[in-house]
């Protein structure tokens, strides 16, 4: 089977990078069908200024084509762009470890390579790898440089966790319940909790955020008209039906 051609992000001389398509028309693009949050790796101690510091540096990059981006040393060096150094002292994380990466990928640093960008001096890094489309995959966020601690910080490693969304806190939440102490088997509400292991799950979950207004139309209708959340959205739904 013909091998895709991938793009070489570090040029040499005996090499030029080979595109899926012409230079002019390729600019940064990204991909979060990787990412995870882990312990080092977590949000959870990130002020919301630091998510929109990662999107303008995102928006930053995007306009950049990359064929000249990866050809100049002096933008990589801004950017602080490089492969990772999986022998980094008190490197928290290695390669193998990143196990929700497809194996084509991660079995293969020689065309895949993990690198590294900045946020900014201060603000972290994002790592992610180039695939075979020059699409840049996002794999980790580190905000507190955990990715390749430093010698000038004594190669410190900060901890901070994921951070969880309204979802996985309440499932979370569920969890820690049952493991109460003062749950016991003879407790209904042990037994009704404990039959959320078991159950078969066919079902999706939908979060969208109401303003006042129609959160206050929403409650009217639960209660005035007999509606359950999902009888409303369902007629709903056939209302846009042609």
Request: with cysteine; charged share 30%.
């Amino acid at each position: 089977m013909q091998k895709i051609p991938v793009l070489d992000f570090e040029p040499k001389s005996s090499k030029e990078p080979v595109l899926l398509s012409s230079p002019e028309a390729i600019r940064w693009t990204f991909s979060l069908r990787y990412w995870e949050q882990i312990d080092y790796f977590g949000l959870d101690k990130s002020e919301s200024k630091w998510f929109v510091s990662l999107l303008n540096k995102l928006k930053d990059l995007s306009q950049k084509e990359v064929e000249k981006f990866i050809s100049d040393a002096a933008e990589k060096e801004a950017w602080r762009y490089h492969n990772i150094n999986w022998n980094q002292k008190n490197i928290p994380i290695k390669r193998e470890d990143l196990t929700w990466i497809d194996d084509c990928y991660r079995n293969n640093p020689e065309d895949f390579p993990i690198l590294q960008f900045q946020v900014s001096k201060s603000l972290g890094r994002v790592v992610g790898f180039w695939d075979e489309r020059n699409v840049f995959n996002v794999v980790l966020l580190d905000p507190l440089h955990n990715i390749q601690p430093s010698k000038s910080h004594s190669y410190r490693v900060d901890d901070c966790s994921p951070l969880s969304c309204d979802y996985s806190s309440m499932i979370y939440k569920l969890d820690l319940i049952k493991k109460s102490p003062k749950c016991t088997e003879e407790c209904m509400t042990f037994k009704d909790l404990s039959k959320i292991d078991s159950m078969s799950i066919s079902t999706n979950v939908l979060m969208h955020y109401l303003n006042d207004e129609d959160i206050q139309e929403l409650e009217r209708a639960l209660q005035d008209g007999g509606y359950s959340v999902t009888d409303i959205l369902l007629l709903g739904i056939e209302s846009l039906k042609p």
